[in-house]
DNA sequence: GTCTATAACCGGATAGAC
DNA sequence: GTCTATCCGGTTATAGAC
């Protein structure tokens, strides 16, 4: 889990006070602020803008409820705050994807990191697809930008592939759809997959199984393998 | 569409009145039902069970609130009735798995299905993906029970294939989440795959391009290209 | 069978005491 | 900064007139 961002709509008020001890006070919103976050993060994945409550987020992170509204004006601020933090982790996975490096490593390399964002950060990957389900009412202007062009970056990269006779003249679309759809099934349907696995979570040892899996079957499938 | 099983609470009210106009009120009820189910279905698609209301699924379905309340009783039979026939749906789709013929026919019919059924019915699987994401809160025993049995039936007749040398030694629950997946992904990604799509919805040349990049991927990356 | 009116409760957000 | 008490609009469900 990477650091997010700081929100502070207040530190305007304490800025002609002497700094007493400004560095404790700041560690306590830091914590606070972490605590609700994880909470928000729990809860709004569970069951998606809409569907959540603040009260269930406040209790979730063991602070009052008005005290989610002083630290998040909005439930939609904090809503949006989770949101862009998962999908800003996810294209970074694929930071390197336009070095002139074999296509088969950089594409094992993309989903491995896309397989492993799902098992450590579950419910941001839930969290985005509810958003997404209900229309990214949110997301749009964010998709249809910083994540088209991310998009359409790699989709360039891989047609050079296919034109030098490195990949099959597979359409980078589909791929790309297959990959996010696959890697992201682990985390969006991963109740389903317990309860297929006798309900037990799948242990480390299946999970890097399916990961190998999942590589293997695009690699071939795509004629890198 | 299929019918849908008839839910008749009132049934037993008339069972003795002289059926006067008996068919006439029956084709209403049905009409009605119809029309409150598929408003149901958008509305639980966009917003799952706990974000939905019933005042919107009235308002879809262009009736009053309380109508919607004297078909079905309350909003969880409302949400259980459309969630379990969408799934039964989709294990008609492979309904012919367990017989002898090619592997790689098979295959490509139930992922060919899979894909229009996600084209047909894009608000069932959205409303099924709103259900595994909360946790399956509804649904987990007819997973592990119905989808289940289904599921492992498949499972060991891809076994039997591996073991016979037609398919590559791929782990048969990992291949099915990724048929499950990317499938399911041109329904509940589909307004992502709009955006970046230039915001258009797929053609249906790009929805049959799509579909055959799946299958050939799929196919191909466990050897029965 | 249909639908208006309402009961009973829960939601996000805030006021104001500490 | 923290948290209790509260406002008010929205929510499920039902009562009861038609």
Not at 55 to 70: F, R, S
Not at 110 to 122: C, F, N, T
Not at 132 to 143: L, P, Q, T, V
Request: with cysteine.
């Amino acid at each position: 889990m990477t650091p997010l961002k700081n929100a502070s709509k207040q530190d305007s008020k304490n800025a002609g006070k002497p700094a007493q001890n400004g560095a404790h006070k700041a560690a306590i919103r830091q914590e606070n602020e972490e605590q609700i976050l994880a909470a928000a993060e729990k809860v709004f994945a569970d069951y998606g803008f809409k569907g959540a409550t603040t009260a269930q987020i406040a209790e979730v992170a063991n602070v009052p409820k008005a005290n989610v509204h002083y630290y998040f004006n909005t439930k939609e601020a904090l809503y949006r705050r989770i949101m862009e933090d998962v999908c800003d982790h996810w294209l970074e996975a694929a930071a390197t994807f336009d070095n002139s490096a074999d296509p088969a490593v950089i594409l094992r390399g993309y989903i491995e990191s896309k397989m492993d964002l799902s098992r450590a950060r579950p419910d941001g990957s839930r969290l985005w697809a509810h958003e997404i389900i209900r229309g990214a009412k949110f997301s749009s202007e964010y998709i249809s930008t910083t994540v088209k062009d991310w998009l359409d970056s790699r989709v360039v990269v891989m047609r050079g592939w296919i034109k030098e006779g490195k990949m099959d003249a597979v359409e980078p679309y589909s791929l790309m759809y297959m990959i996010f759809a696959t890697t992201q099934h682990y985390a969006d349907f991963g109740r389903q997959i317990e309860i297929f696995n006798n309900d037990q979570a799948l242990s480390d040892a299946q999970f890097a199984e399916a990961k190998e899996n999942v590589v293997r079957i695009i690699l071939k499938g795509v004629g890198l393998g």
